[in-house]
C-alpha cells in the first residue's frame, strides 16, 4: 500500500478534477439554459497560443505563460504541438494585494500605482521617484519612493518564477523550450518582468502581441486581449475543419453511391 504522503496528492488531484469537471458542466448548462448554444470549449491558454505564437516557436519549442488575476496559465510548446499544460496559483491580483497590505493602501489605489510606477525588481528600477499614494480610513495621503513598491513586488516575482521552474522541471520540458517565453494576459505587463525572467531563466522572454483578424483594431493588440482573440481565431479554425469534414463526408457518401 502506498504510504499517506504520497496518497494524499493523488486523491486531492482526483477530487480538484471532479470539481473542475462539475464547475465546467455547471457552466455550459447555465449558459444553454440563458439561450447561448456552446458549440465547443476551449482551456484558456491553448486559445492564447492560437493569436501570440508563431509557426516557429511552436516548432522550436516555447512555453506561453498567461498571467490573469488569480492564477497563471501555460502551455508548452514543442515539435509544433502541445507538450504540456498546466497552471500555477501566482496572477497579477497578488501583486497588488501584497501592496495594499504592505503599504496600507486601498486596494484599488494599490492596483493604480502598481500599474505606474510597480517594477519587477530592485535592480531594474531606473528612478526611485516618490510617489504620492492615498491612504486607508479618513488618515491624508503620503509620499512614498518607488524602491519601496519594489521591494513588496520583488520577493512575489521571485516566488512566481520558482513556480514556473517547478512546473516546468515537474513536466520535464525546463531544458525544452529553446525559444523562450511568451507572456501573456494583464499581468504580463508588469514593468521589468520580461527583463527578470531573461536573467532567470536564460531563454528569450517576450510580452504577446495578440494577432490574426482582420482589421484588429490597435488596443486590441494588447496582452490582456490575448484570449479573446484566440477564442475568436480557435473558433474559425474549428468552423472551417467542421465543414471540411462535411464535405469529405458528402464526398464520400456521393462516391460510395457513384461505385454501387
Ligand atoms: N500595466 C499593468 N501592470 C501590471 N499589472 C497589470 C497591468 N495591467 C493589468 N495588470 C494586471 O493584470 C491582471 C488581469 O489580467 P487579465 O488577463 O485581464 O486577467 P483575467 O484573464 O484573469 O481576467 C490583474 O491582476 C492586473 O492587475
Ligand atoms: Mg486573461
Known amino acids: 500500500m502506498p504510504p499517506a504522503t504520497s496518497l494524499f496528492p493523488r486523491t486531492a488531484k482526483f477530487y480538484t478534477y471532479c470539481l473542475t469537471s462539475f464547475l465546467w458542466t455547471l457552466t455550459i448548462t447555465a449558459a444553454n439554459r440563458a439561450g447561448i448554444l456552446i458549440s465547443d470549449t476551449v482551456v484558456e491558454p491553448l486559445a492564447s497560443a492560437e493569436a501570440c505564437l508563431t509557426q516557429d516557436e511552436r516548432d522550436l519549442g516555447t512555453c506561453l505563460l498567461d498571467i490573469g488575476g488569480g492564477t497563471t496559465e501555460l502551455v508548452v510548446y514543442g515539435g509544433g504541438v502541445v507538450r504540456h499544460t498546466g497552471a500555477v496559483p501566482v496572477g497579477g491580483d497578488h501583486f497588488t494585494n501584497d501592496l495594499a497590505v504592505g503599504l496600507r493602501t486601498p486596494i484599488p489605489e494599490a492596483e493604480r500605482i502598481k500599474r505606474h510606477h510597480g517594477c519587477a525588481a530592485a535592480a531594474l528600477l531606473h528612478e526611485d521617484v516618490a510617489i504620492e499614494i492615498a491612504s486607508v480610513g479618513d488618515r491624508p495621503p503620503r509620499t512614498i519612493f518607488a524602491r519601496m513598491l519594489t521591494d513588496v513586488i520583488e520577493p512575489r516575482a521571485q516566488e512566481f518564477l520558482a513556480l514556473i521552474r517547478d512546473e516546468m522541471r515537474r513536466a520535464g520540458l525546463d531544458s525544452q523550450i529553446p525559444a523562450g517565453f511568451v507572456l501573456s494576459g494583464g499581468g504580463a505587463r508588469l514593468t521589468g518582468l520580461v527583463e527578470m525572467m531573461e536573467q532567470a531563466f536564460h531563454l528569450?522572454?517576450?510580452?504577446?502581441?495578440?494577432?490574426?483578424?482582420?482589421?484588429?483594431?490597435?488596443?486590441?493588440?494588447?496582452?490582456?486581449?490575448?484570449?479573446?482573440?484566440?477564442?475568436?481565431?480557435?473558433?474559425?479554425?474549428?468552423r472551417r475543419t467542421h465543414a471540411l469534414r462535411s464535405t469529405n463526408f458528402v464526398a464520400k457518401l456521393k462516391a460510395m453511391f457513384a461505385g454501387a
Open 204 to 238: 528569450p522572454v517576450r510580452v504577446a502581441e495578440p494577432r490574426g483578424l482582420v482589421d484588429m483594431p490597435e488596443q486590441v493588440e494588447q496582452p490582456e486581449y490575448a484570449t479573446v482573440v484566440g477564442l475568436v481565431l480557435y473558433g474559425a479554425k474549428a
